[in-house]
């Protein structure tokens, strides 16, 4: 097993509210292992804090919302605003401006961001919102998005699928890939082990070479794993 751990990176920045938002995807640029991974980040919103961003030429943005409320929105699209345990997926193929608001008044927000190179053939898919049908308890390998053919999961256009897991403290669990794929396991939750490597909530690390990959809560967690396809 070949491991890239990378340990939080965050940064703080002022806007008209603070937010902090911690960088976690900060791997080799360019490296085959990423496949279609741009990057993968984290923010946390003030109440009532916002700020402006632009996508990414032709790439796709899985926004996963852990805590709290987030409004989205984008010129070409009206605002939509998300509950903790949505998803929602923005395809982009030319920059876009995008508004990351807090619309609460008393409690910060907190999302993952999930940015993908897109496989755009045809028209342009519609931005896709999508619910946790599982919020609470205990489960391994929740597909969240997938470009792979999973029936519940929100659809992406590059053979990548991103999964949820929470798991109990001491449970071991073991993801199946193929040694043509990588995997970025990022911690959203609690602390796992991961061969060597202890990652606590904000780590991320990347692995390829390798078909099983044991991961084993020290506490209650919750992990996100996102299998991608090697770039030849």
């Known amino acids: 097993m070949y491991v890239f751990a990378r340990k939080r990176q965050r940064k703080r920045l002022q806007t008209e509210r603070s937010l902090t938002y911690s960088y976690l995807g900060a791997f080799r640029s360019q490296s085959r292992y990423l496949g279609p991974l741009i990057r993968i980040g984290e923010?946390?919103?003030?109440?009532?804090?916002e700020f402006v961003t632009f996508s990414l030429p032709h790439s796709e943005l899985v926004l996963c919302v852990i805590e709290g409320r987030l409004?989205?929105?984008?010129?070409?699209?009206?605002?939509?605003?998300?509950?903790?345990g949505n998803i929602f997926k923005i395809t982009a193929e030319d920059a876009d401006e995008l508004t990351f608001k807090n619309p609460s008044s008393h409690k910060q927000n907190r999302v993952l961001e999930i940015w993908l190179s897109a496989?755009?053939?045809?028209?342009?898919?519609?931005p896709e919102e999508a619910k946790l049908k599982t919020n609470r308890g205990f489960f391994s390998f929740l597909p969240l998005a997938s470009g792979q053919g999973h029936?519940?999961?929100t659809v992406l256009t590059s053979e990548c699928a991103i999964y949820l897991s929470r798991l109990r403290p001491s449970e071991n669990i073991i993801f199946e890939t193929v040694l043509s794929?990588?995997?970025?396991?990022?911690v959203l939750e609690g602390a796992v082990r991961l061969e060597e490597d202890r990652l606590i909530a904000g780590d991320s690390a990347l692995v390829f070479s390798e078909e099983r990959i044991p991961i084993t809560a020290q506490q209650q967690s919750a992990?996100?794993?996102i299998d991608l396809p090697l770039d030849y």
């Open 71 to 84: 409004e989205v929105g984008t010129i070409s699209a009206p605002p939509h605003e998300l509950d903790a």
């Open 223 to 225: 992990v996100i794993l």
């Open 181 to 186: 794929r990588s995997v970025c396991v990022f």
């Open 151 to 153: 029936e519940e999961a």
């Open 119 to 126: 496989e755009l053939h045809g028209e342009l898919p519609n």
């Open 43 to 49: 923010t946390i919103i003030e109440p009532g804090g």
